[in-house]
């Protein structure tokens, strides 16, 4: 399908997802879709109401070392960290809480 469910023409290249469109282009990190995990909504109040919606896939995990991806402008860094290490970093708490959500759903 292209953008506003138009089918895509016979020959046409396929494009990626938007979420692995954005993977790839925040992370250098090409990875399959393996399942929704949640859609959460946000707002902060810094100074003026910024909400946002965040959808959480669940993904394969990327091939080679992360060392050797290259990120984009929009990303300060991209690492990788086992699933048990990930959920103990700091930050905010729904992220812990995918990551716990994405190890119940899709083991390894």
Not at 21 to 40: N, Y
């Amino acid at each position: 399908m292209e953008p506003a469910g138009r089918p895509a023409s016979s020959g046409a290249r396929r494009r990626p997802a938007p979420p692995l469109r954005e993977l790839r282009e925040e992370t250098g990190v090409d990875a399959e879709i393996l399942g929704l995990l949640d859609v959460v909504d946000g707002c902060s109040w810094a100074g003026r109401a910024r909400c946002r919606r965040i959808t959480f896939w669940s993904t394969t995990p990327p091939a080679g070392p992360p060392a050797s991806r290259r990120r984009g402008d929009d990303a300060a860094e991209a690492r990788f960290w086992p699933a048990d290490e990930a959920a103990r970093l700091p930050g905010w708490g729904e992220t812990r809480r995918i990551i716990r959500l994405a190890v119940e759903r899709f083991p390894q």
